[in-house]
């Protein structure tokens, strides 16, 4: 199968594209890196010719609420409008645990593009997961205090890109699905512990502190609304298995 895959430069895309093409299909990387801007429509409509499906795993980094929605607004809604017009027959979206009962501003973006994806033109699935692995690494040191790293305390449950790919390149074979079954990751952690080992493997040994935010989002990170619930399904590859990985990749 012909297969785009937006944000294949990235954390999980760069897996995706890898997993597709081991399975034999052919595979567009469509990435400002590759020629094509997904805001603007630079280079999509030649991108998509005889594509029949779109994993769609791009993102923008971003905490603001209304940056996120203009993001994924712009780049789903012309992802859709060029599927259409391309006859492409399945819009695979990628999306995260928890988005519409936890206040963060990056996930308001996603409800956004998980409401075009559901209402739009193109035969789609929806498949939510848990935080990366990598996640750890992410807000490890973004908030110090002195010789501190202050981590959101947040219950998780990560997952490893890579496993997130093989469930994405399995429900493109399968075709549109509709809502799947979440995707979380074998075991349950404290961030703060996650971050702390993150750090270690790297010979980092401040103290990492998990300090609980204020507010209703600051509730949803501890209170479990960001890990997978009943009828889940988990990637297998643990957060030790990953770092020890990563380690092997450093080394
Ligand atoms: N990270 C997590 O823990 C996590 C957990 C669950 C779900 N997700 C979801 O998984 C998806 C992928 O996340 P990620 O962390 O893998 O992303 P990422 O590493 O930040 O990669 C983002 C990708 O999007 C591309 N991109 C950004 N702006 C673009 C534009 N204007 N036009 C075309 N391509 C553009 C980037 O390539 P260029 O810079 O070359 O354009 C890159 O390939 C997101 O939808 C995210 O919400 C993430």
Redesign the pocket.
């Known amino acids: 199968m012909r297969i785009a895959v ?9 897996h995706v594209v890898e997993l597709a093409r081991e399975a034999g299909h052919e595979v567009a ?6 020629g ?5 429509g630079v280079g999509l409509t030649e991108a998509l010719a005889g594509v029949e499906a779109v994993v ?6 971003t905490l603001d609420a209304q940056e996120s929605r203009t ?2 607004g712009d ?1 789903t809604r012309r992802l859709l409008q060029a599927e259409a017009a391309a006859g492409t027959k399945h819009h695979l ?5 928890g988005i519409d009962r936890a206040p963060h501003g ?1 996930y308001a973006g ?1 409800v956004l ?1 998980e409401e075009l994806v559901t209402t739009g033109p193109v035969p789609w699935t929806v498949l ?5 692995h ?2 750890a690494g ?1 807000v490890h040191g973004s908030t110090t205090l002195g010789p501190l790293v202050l981590v959101p305390r947040m219950r998780s449950e ?2 490893a ?1 890579r496993d ?1 790919a093989a469930r994405l390149v399995e429900l493109v074979e399968a075709g549109p699905s509709g809502r799947v079954a979440d995707l979380g990751g074998p075991e349950e952690a404290w961030m703060a512990d996650l971050s702390r080992a993150w750090a270690r493997a790297r010979g980092d040994r401040r103290r990492v502190l998990g300090v609980p935010l204020p507010g209703r989002l600051g509730r949803a990170m501890r209170d479990g609304t960001l890990v997978s619930g009943p009828g889940a399904d988990h990637g297998s590859t643990t957060f030790e298995e990953w770092l020890r990985d990563q380690a092997v990749q450093r080394a």
């Open positions: 937006a944000g294949g430069t990235g954390a999980v895309g760069t990387v469509l990435s400002r890196g590759t094509v801007d997904l805001t603007t769609d795993v791009a993102s923008t980094f993001f994924f780049t979206a990628l999306s995260i645990v990056y996603k593009q939510r997961a848990t935080q990366f990598e996640f992410q990560t997952v890109a997130v």
